[in-house]
Structure formats: structure tokens, C-alpha cells
């Protein structure tokens, strides 16, 4: 069994920062790739960055060069510092992890998600 636990949303002004976290626990073997995504009401959910196990990075075009997704291997946990938040940032934000079980098994698991509200 596999958890996803997320922390790190809340409410922000215009132009704060914040730091998004995902750890994954259980019976994990590896973790191939890692990523947030983000669904504002009425939209569709969308990536905003992930990251493999290669260290390969991607960032969607709304974000690029305001967001910065890490990632720790010996503790199988994401990070996502977001910097310049604008309104439009503000989305439920999920955890997204692609990873091998010690039985040899892949699966896809998502967090809970987590708000975040940035306020003009």
C-alpha cells in the first residue's frame, strides 16, 4: 500500500512565494516520475512541473521561470517552490507519483490535493 501526503497550500498575496510537499511512504521499490498538477474551478486539471528519476524537468508554459519542482530520492518526497503568484496560480494542487511496488507492480497514485488561493 501506498500514501501520497501533501502540505504547503494556503492563502498568498500577489508576487509571494510558497513551497508545496509530497511524500510518498509504503511499499515502494523506485519512483520513475514525480509531478503537480493543478485544477482551477471550471478548468481541466493541467501539469504544472514534474520530474524524473533521471533529474529530466518539465514546466508548463504558465509557469516557467516561476516555479521550481525538486525532488529526494532517499525520501521519496516532491517539492514545489512556486515564486511571483499571480491570481491565476490559484488551483487545487495534486501530487502525482509514478512509481514500482516491492512486488514489482506500477501504479499511478495522486495526493488529496492541496488549496492554494493567491489573492490580488
Known amino acids: 500500500q501506498v500514501q501520497l501526503v501533501e502540505s504547503g497550500g494556503g492563502l498568498v498575496q500577489a508576487g509571494g512565494s510558497l513551497r508545496l510537499s509530497c511524500e510518498a511512504s509504503?511499499?515502494?521499490?523506485?519512483?520513475?516520475?514525480m509531478a503537480w498538477y493543478r485544477e482551477a474551478p471550471g478548468k481541466q486539471r493541467e501539469l504544472v512541473a514534474d520530474i524524473f528519476s533521471t533529474g529530466n524537468r518539465n514546466y508548463g508554459d504558465s509557469v516557467k521561470g516561476r516555479f521550481t519542482i525538486s525532488r529526494d530520492n532517499a525520501k521519496n518526497t516532491v517539492d514545489l517552490h512556486a515564486y511571483d503568484l499571480k491570481p491565476e496560480d490559484t488551483a487545487v494542487y495534486y501530487c502525482?507519483?509514478?512509481?514500482?511496488?516491492?512486488?514489482?507492480?506500477?501504479?499511478?497514485?495522486w495526493g488529496q490535493g492541496t488549496q492554494v488561493t493567491v489573492s490580488s
Open positions: 502525482n507519483v509514478a512509481l514500482t511496488t516491492r512486488w514489482g507492480e506500477s501504479f499511478d497514485y
Open positions: 509504503g511499499s515502494i521499490l523506485s519512483i520513475n516520475r
